[in-house]
């Protein structure tokens, strides 16, 4: 193997090394959704239960779990009272919302509706 292809493979292993990362997070259901719906500012559960039509408490509780652990959003707690919590993009997050905007304009233009 010629240096050159040995070095372009190894750039396309850690490229499909952090696409598999990426995507185990946000490749589940309605992840990338509570992302996007953040993008637009911070927002409590019942908000985002709201927002996020189709999802139950038990789901969005864990994609929330999911994202503030791997450092996507932020949660943030007030002690009140009443007590209330909300959620907020990170910077990471924040990185992700011209992404997850390109991914949904590839959905609309290649992929007919309905077809998840």
Known sequence: MTRPVRKATE?????DASLSRAFGVL??????V????L????????ELARAVEGVSDSVLSDRLSE???VGVITRTVDPGPPV???YELTAAGQALIPALRQIARWAEEHLPAGSN
């Open 11 to 15: 750039e396309c292993a850690r490229a």
């Open 27 to 32: 490749g589940k259901r309605w992840s990338g």
């Open 34 to 37: 509570v992302v996007g719906v």
């Open 39 to 46: 993008g637009t500012g911070p927002a409590g559960f019942r």
């Open 67 to 69: 994202l503030t652990e």
């Open 84 to 86: 209330s919590v909300s």
